[in-house]
Each structure stands twice: as C-alpha cells, then as structure tokens.
C-alpha cells in the first residue's frame, strides 16, 4: 500500500492537511490563487470556487475549503491540494514539517 494516494502524507493516521487544518487555516495567505488551481485541476467545482471566494476574510475562505470539498475530495485530492500549498506557501507548509 506504499503507492496508495496520501500514504506519504500521512502523520498518525491523519492527512498532513487534516492534521495541520488550524495552522492552515489561521496562516494560508493565497487563497484565490489557491483556489485557482484547485478548480483548474478539478478538485473543486465551479461553486464551490464561487461560494468559498464569497467569504469576507481567508480564514473563512480556508474554513469553508475544509468543510466542504476537502472533506470530499479524499487523499488524492488533498495531495494536490498539498502540492499547491508547496508551490504557493512554501515556507509554510516547511515550517509545519519541522514541527
């Protein structure tokens, strides 16, 4: 099961994006460019890009992200999502791997 999606993004039983949602949620600082790639790849829907961009603040937006299509997409879909962090929030998403 070494090749299944999300294993190596895996800490505890939990995704690396489950596992870090508060941290993400209080520091992720491009959302829309996030949520660009995210519909351009498919992980979320044409709604779900509308309705999660209608939050007034990017905690909200990332809130509304977490609750909705991330929920859904499964590990695959938050491998991507992981990807897309580490192209737009690399320091970030590095400073969470050191904890």
């Known amino acids: 099961m070494a090749g299944a999606p999300g294993k190596k993004n895996m800490i505890k039983d939990r995704h ?8 993400l949620i209080d520091r992720v600082s491009q959302v829309e460019p996030l949520l660009d790639r995210l519909l351009e790849r498919g992980i ?24 909705g299509p991330l929920k859904a997409c499964g590990a695959k879909g938050k491998d ?16 969470l791997k050191g904890e």
Not at 46 to 54: F, K, L
Not at 82 to 89: A, F, G, V
Not at 90 to 95: C, E, K, R
């Open 16 to 23: 690396f994006v489950d596992h870090h949602r508060t941290a």
């Open 44 to 67: 979320i829907t044409q709604n779900a890009y509308s309705e999660v961009r209608a939050n007034r603040t990017n905690q909200k937006k990332m809130r509304e992200l977490f609750d």
């Open 80 to 95: 991507i999502f992981l990807d897309i962090l580490m192209d737009l929030e690399a320091f970030l998403i590095n400073d």
